[in-house]
């Protein structure tokens, strides 16, 4: 929780929270655990795009697509015309994925896309190519989002990433929502719609880069988080001192 992003949520409990987030870990640290081995290479990919051309692509740990739905989302971001990182887990559809059929894509868009299984997503998020965060929302991947100020395309998959995505278009207005046809699909002209409308609206982009100067903020020395922090951090203190057996 933070106060600059959930004010309005925190005064409706009963009684006094501390908000000390965001929790985000540095993207220098180097013992990091991740499920699948990161990809570095995207990396170095990375570098050699233009400032704030690129659509990175990232579901998380469990969202899976059938077959017919990752073709449309491969069609979609060809279609765009843009430059797109996209991480495509082993076990991205329900039958895994088709080795094939990836290889195949990867020698269809060439150097204009990067088909990765897992990627280093914190420092994927702070490069400077990167220009918005196709994304299913979980809430770990929208705080990595919003304190590296990039915008949002959202397609929730379950539970609280609906929540997340209101947030994000509805309250703090950094990102666009991807809706399916009536077939539950998401088509590619929606796909490509949608990233056009994102990337053309500056207002988004700056609220985006706004969210970020107060999320970042409120973690720094003196900020209401870091206060909350030190403020836990003596309410522990004094309970064990309290709770101390006599010797």
Same mark, same amino acid.
Request: proline share 4%; aromatic share 8%; net charge negative.
């Given at each position: 929780?933070?106060?600059?992003?959930?004010?309005?949520?925190?005064?409706?409990?009963?009684?006094? !929270?501390?908000?000390?987030?965001?929790?985000?870990?540095?993207?220098?640290?180097?013992?990091?655990?991740?499920?699948?081995?990161?990809?570095?290479?995207?990396?170095?990919?990375?570098?050699?795009?233009?400032?704030?051309?690129?659509?990175?692509?990232?579901?998380?740990?469990?969202?899976?697509?059938?077959?017919? %739905?990752?073709?449309?989302? !491969?069609?979609?971001?060809?279609?765009?015309?843009?430059?797109?990182?996209?991480?495509?887990?082993?076990?991205?559809?329900?039958?895994? &994925? #088709?080795?094939?059929?990836?290889?195949?894509?990867? /020698?269809?868009?060439?150097?204009?896309?990067?088909?990765?299984?897992? !990627?280093?997503?914190?420092?994927?998020?702070?490069?400077?190519?990167?220009?918005?965060?196709?994304?299913?929302?979980?809430?770990?991947?929208?705080?990595?989002?919003?304190?590296?100020?990039?915008?949002?395309?959202?397609?929730?998959?379950?539970?609280?990433?609906?929540?997340?995505?209101?947030?994000?278009?509805? &309250?703090?207005?950094?990102?666009?929502?991807? %809706?399916? #046809?009536?077939?539950?699909?998401?088509?590619?002209?929606?796909? /490509?719609?949608?990233?056009?409308?994102?990337?053309?609206?500056?207002?988004?982009?700056?609220?985006?880069?706004?969210?970020?100067? %107060?999320?970042?903020?409120?973690?720094?020395?003196?900020?209401?988080?870091?206060?909350?922090?030190?403020?836990? &951090?003596?309410?522990?203190?004094?309970?064990?001192?309290?709770?101390?057996?006599?010797?």
């Amino acid at each position: 929780c933070n106060n600059e992003l959930e004010s309005e949520a925190l005064a409706l409990l009963p009684k006094e !929270a501390l908000a000390v987030g965001p929790l985000v870990v540095s993207t220098t640290l180097t013992s990091d655990i991740h499920f699948w081995s990161q990809d570095l290479a995207s990396l170095a990919w990375l570098d050699a795009q233009a400032p704030s051309s690129v659509v990175y692509v990232a579901f998380g740990s469990y969202t899976v697509f059938d077959a017919a %739905r990752l073709q449309e989302l !491969a069609d979609g971001l060809v279609l765009t015309g843009r430059p797109f990182l996209w991480v495509v887990r082993p076990n991205s559809t329900s039958g895994g &994925v #088709d080795e094939g059929w990836l290889d195949e894509f990867r /020698r269809r868009v060439g150097g204009k896309g990067m088909v990765v299984g897992w !990627a280093p997503q914190r420092r994927v998020l702070s490069h400077p190519s990167v220009a918005c965060f196709l994304s299913h929302c979980g809430w770990n991947s929208t705080i990595e989002g919003v304190c590296h100020g990039v915008p949002f395309l959202c397609l929730p998959y379950f539970a609280d990433q609906f929540l997340n995505q209101n947030y994000i278009c509805d &309250v703090w207005g950094t990102g666009v929502k991807i %809706r399916a #046809d009536e077939q539950g699909v998401v088509t590619k002209e929606e796909i /490509r719609g949608k990233v056009d409308r994102l990337l053309g609206d500056e207002g988004i982009k700056a609220r985006a880069l706004s969210l970020k100067s %107060r999320a970042c903020a409120s973690v720094a020395d003196g900020g209401p988080s870091h206060q909350d922090l030190l403020k836990l &951090v003596n309410l522990l203190r004094e309970h064990v001192m309290d709770n101390r057996p006599d010797c």
